[in-house]
């Protein structure tokens, strides 16, 4: 008996020495998370998890997930059924909370050009010892706390306003307007609005408003020029409900925020077009909105924009942006080719009219509704690559630079445009 006792001693003494393996744990409790999770399998530490559609009826590929209690494992994570695809470069990774992200297949495509395969719908990640908090992702997130970080710098600056544009969608927060007034005497010359996030999962287009941003409050010649000449307001985030709650966004039920210029279901959209009617009134207006395309391939793997449809009207303007864009970014990091650019059609085809209204006309988006302005001067909708975007990732620094330049060409128009002194 005595001997029993002390085996049974012995063996609890061994097992709780050793060390004790975490639970993995996955979640999406943060600003911009979405993952649905299938299931955990801690013996065989696989992870099965798919993107959290919500109210997107048709499958869709963002998803923003958290890792805890896997350090020393090697992870293996499965999309089943193919629930998503990743980018050109593969998932992205931040093992430090969210702060910075590295693309899984960078190092590949930067070292040989290989891009992560198409088909391949799991990948595999070794959490290291103090990997306590690691971050995976479709693309780089971006919400609100990435752009109060970026807009400090502004904070105590005369010639801007932080304003509020409306209350969001399901009133848990305001949708920032963020205004840089026009300085000069009289009517501006021109009045500039840029919207960004209709679609609240396509988070590249954000750094590359930061840089316009960063453009127009910048000492460059054209810069001031514009400030002088120009009333520019600029709305980060459109679906600001969706972008904090992590949802897709894109083709959201019964139709999302850049399919709302005419029903208006949505108070930033409501709000937005009572903005612009109002402020814009009898001053020539352009309107850029910025979005992020599809997941891969073709021209998804590069900025482009849609060529207008009221093509006669403004197909010169958005030429010679596109040629001086060309210029001024032929040295930047994200390399802008005008051949992906997708010219406007009025034939029922693709970016058509048509594809922009619904095919009953209930339906409008924000580009097609101001071109039908009658103070429109040129309208624009970019496209930012997700995770590839011209041969390069978009990062804070290469987006504000593709941003700093899309600005800068766009002052170098309107002041051509403008009577000389
Ligand atoms: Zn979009």
């Not at 393996?21 to 992870?47: C, H, L, M, T, Y």
């Not at 058509?352 to 009953?360: A, E, W």
């Amino acid at each position: 008996m005595k001997l029993k006792r002390a085996f049974l001693f012995l063996l609890i003494a061994i097992l709780s020495s050793l060390p004790v393996q975490a639970e993995i744990r996955v979640d999406a409790d943060f600003p911009g998370g979405n993952v649905k999770v299938e299931s955990i399998d801690q013996d065989a530490n696989v992870v099965c998890v798919r993107p959290d559609l919500r109210d997107t009826p048709s499958n869709y590929f963002y998803f923003y997930f958290r890792v805890t209690g896997a350090e020393n494992r090697t992870v293996t994570f499965k999309f089943p059924d193919k629930s998503t695809n990743f980018g050109a470069v593969g998932p992205n990774v931040s093992v430090d909370g969210g702060k910075t992200w590295k693309y899984l297949g960078e190092k590949d495509y930067y070292a040989s050009g290989t891009k992560f395969p198409a088909d391949q719908h799991e990948f595999t990640w070794t959490f290291g010892p103090n990997d306590s908090d690691v971050r995976f992702a479709f693309g780089t997130p971006y919400t609100q706390s990435n752009w109060d970080e970026f807009m400090a710098q502004y904070r105590a600056r005369e010639d801007v306003r932080f304003e509020t544009l409306c209350r969001s969608r399901l009133d848990k927060r305001d949708v920032e307007l963020f205004r840089v007034p026009y300085l000069g005497q009289g009517k501006p010359r021109f009045y500039l609005a840029f919207t960004a996030r209709h679609h609240a999962c396509e988070s590249s287009a954000s750094p590359v408003m930061e840089g316009m941003i960063s453009f127009c409050l910048s000492d460059a010649p054209e810069a001031q020029w514009l400030r002088q000449n120009a009333e520019i307001v600029f709305i980060p985030f459109m679906d600001k409900d969706g972008v904090e709650d992590g949802d897709q966004g894109k083709n959201r039920s019964p139709h999302d925020h850049n399919r709302d210029y005419v029903q208006e279901l949505y108070p930033s959209v409501k709000a937005f077009k009572k903005l612009i009617v109002k402020e814009s009134e009898g001053i020539p207006l352009v309107f850029m909105d910025l979005h992020a395309p599809n997941i891969r391939g073709g021209n998804n793997e590069f900025y482009y924009s849609h060529g207008p449809i009221e093509m006669e009207k403004m197909n010169p303007i958005w030429n010679r942006f596109r040629d001086k864009l060309a210029e001024n970014q032929k040295d930047g990091t994200l390399k802008y080719e005008p051949k992906w650019d997708v010219p406007g059609r009025s034939d029922g085809k693709y970016n058509s009219i048509r594809t922009f209204t619904g095919k009953d006309g209930n339906l409008s988006s924000s580009r097609v509704w101001a071109q039908g302005l009658p103070n429109a001067y040129f309208t624009n909708c970019m496209e930012f690559g997700y995770s590839l975007c011209g041969n390069a990732t978009i990062t804070p620094v290469t987006g504000r630079e593709l941003g700093r330049n899309v600005m800068k060409t766009l002052a170098e128009i309107l002041i051509e445009d403008s009577p000389k002194e």
